[in-house]
């Protein structure tokens, strides 16, 4: 029986309050904090497995029911969530698996092993990839150890936990191997589509993510840097295209002089839309509209912001209740 906290929201019934795309945001929010506590100490808990298993579903479906909702997740990633980085990365990476899946039109079945595959990639680290986000300097002998055999530790852990899924075994294996073989641990050639997928979800959206030594990447430097990237390969512009150029979460410069958080994507990845939040002198605006397309006359995305303080200051609840 799936726990309650993590249903998803038309399963659970949004509160009467709320907007779809609030209670949306809360789920996101559950299921991280739902998911904290199984990927620090999974192999001590008895319901490692009925978690999982349930968080998967929950993203699956979150992802067709509020796909933009979830992306804001992943980009406005705040820098209070840094302690628990190494889950954050995991369900997000879950959400791009499954996006990734809706648009190759995969499984059912294959889709939910490429779901697990993501939030259980790095089970073995879970903790250690907390502690670099925050870190700021090399790694020692030790580190550079566990994370180079993570992949196969990962797979011993889930076989430990009784999972014998192969799909979702092999991705969690070879999501570093890379096509030339200069990947890691095993210097394969050959992996499981589901990898393939996987390392690509796993590269973009840890560049998205802040890290203590520096913010997320903007997204048009993001695009870029993926296809250029020798880990993005065949699902690189699948990505791309389903994010497009300013994904929702990020912050843009509009012609205005504005400064403006993106909602919602359009069918025109470069005019997705926008809610103006800044003046041209970085003051909040007293009164947030709802969404409006960057289309509009008048108005159009000039850039990407780099401002981190303004990022700090997103009203991420509120702008939900705009969308």
């Avoid at 620090?40 to 796909?67: I, K, W, Y």
């Avoid at 912050?251 to 504005?258: A, I």
Wanted: proline share 7%; glycine share 6%.
């Amino acid at each position: 029986m799936p726990r309650p906290d993590l249903i998803a929201p038309d399963c659970a019934g949004p509160e009467a309050s709320e907007s779809l795309a609030q209670s949306c945001w809360r789920h996101w929010q559950q299921l991280l904090d739902g998911l904290t506590p199984v990927l620090m100490q999974p192999l001590s808990r008895l319901d490692t497995l009925d978690t999982l298993q349930t968080t998967a579903a929950a993203v699956m479906h979150l992802a067709r029911q509020s796909p933009d909702v979830g992306l804001f997740h992943v980009v406005h990633a705040p820098s209070v969530e840094l302690h628990r980085y190494s889950v954050a990365h995991a369900l997000h990476t879950a959400l791009l698996m499954s996006l990734i899946a809706q648009r190759k039109e995969w499984s059912p079945a294959l889709e939910r092993s490429g779901v697990l595959a993501a939030l259980t990639m790095n089970v073995s680290i879970t903790a250690l990839q907390s502690q670099l986000a925050l870190h700021d300097g090399p790694l020692d002998e030790t580190q550079r150890e566990d994370i180079r055999h993570h992949p196969t530790e990962s797979r011993w852990w889930l076989e430990a936990l009784g999972v014998t899924d192969t799909d979702w075994l092999d991705a969690v294996q070879q999501h570093h191997e890379q096509p030339d073989g200069t990947g890691y641990p095993l210097g394969l050639t050959g992996t499981h589509v589901l990898a393939d997928a996987l390392r690509t979800c796993d590269v973009l959206g840890a560049k998205l993510s802040p890290r203590g030594s520096r913010p997320g990447l903007l997204s048009p430097r993001v695009a870029s840097e993926i296809f250029q990237h020798r880990s993005a390969g065949y699902f690189g512009a699948t990505l791309i295209r389903e994010l497009g150029l300013y994904p929702p979460g990020s912050l843009v410069q509009l012609n205005t002089g504005e400064v403006a958080v993106v909602l919602r994507r359009t069918r025109d990845p470069m005019t997705p839309d926008v809610v103006p939040l800044f003046t041209r002198d970085g003051q909040p605006l007293s009164t947030l509209q709802r969404c409006a397309t960057s289309r509009a006359p008048g108005r159009c995305i000039v850039s990407a912001c780099a401002d981190a303080t303004l990022r700090q200051q997103i009203p991420c609840e509120t702008l939900m209740s705009l969308v």
